[in-house]
């Protein structure tokens, strides 16, 4: 018989699932109280939420929240990390702490959206720059092609005003000698 506390930590994992743009888990296994403090204090500055969960109750909250998957990445001591935002910092976070820490804390793999992530995707994802930069690149990829485009269109008036320059030139001198003709001649007359 499920106890009021287990459902409400059912509820409480199957809301932060279905919120979530990203779920990494963790063994902390070895990880000692005050590295968890850390760790949890670290991530909660992220906007990145983190608990140690029971394995039957993750399961549970997977299949209500239409993410079964969740099972193939939770298994022994499980804590789930949960970004709301970019999945890159999260991934990004979890590596950063491990590295400056050197914390025994292990990373089996994710879940981004749907898909499974191995422990080396969610590596490779955590070297992956912000989205913004992302979304920067890529404009700049997309907008290449157009400024060669536009650029293209632009180089025959180019060419045509090139060429015209020259005769207006030309023809500007020819102007200036003939007004220095007509003051000449309007000179001599007086």
């Known amino acids: 018989m499920p106890t009021e506390r287990k459902i409400k930590q059912v509820a409480e994992l199957k809301d932060s699932l279905d919120r979530c743009s990203i779920v990494i888990a963790t063994d902390p296994s070895g990880v ?14 992220r906007d990145i939420e983190y608990r140690v969960v029971k394995n039957n109750l993750a399961y549970i909250a997977a299949g209500e929240s239409k993410l079964a998957e969740l099972k193939d990445v939770v298994q022994g001591p499980t804590g789930l990390a949960f970004g709301y935002a970019d999945p890159i910092e999260v991934a990004r976070a979890l590596q950063e702490f491990i590295r400056t820490s050197r914390s025994p804390l292990n990373i089996r ?35 290449a092609p157009i400024a060669r485009f536009v650029g293209q269109l632009q180089a025959p008036v180019v060419r045509l005003v090139t060429v015209l320059e020259g005769p207006v030139a030309s023809l500007n001198i020819v102007l200036q000698q003939r007004v220095a003709q007509l003051e000449q001649s309007n000179q001599d007359s007086l």
Do not use: F, S, Y
């Open 32 to 45: 000692n109280v005050n590295i968890m403090n850390d760790l949890r204090r670290m991530l909660r500055e």
């Open 109 to 143: 793999g994710g879940l981004l959206g749907n898909r499974v992530l191995e422990t080396q995707e969610v590596a490779t994802l955590a070297t992956l720059p912000p989205k913004e930069e992302l979304l920067a690149q890529l404009l700049g990829q997309v907008q």
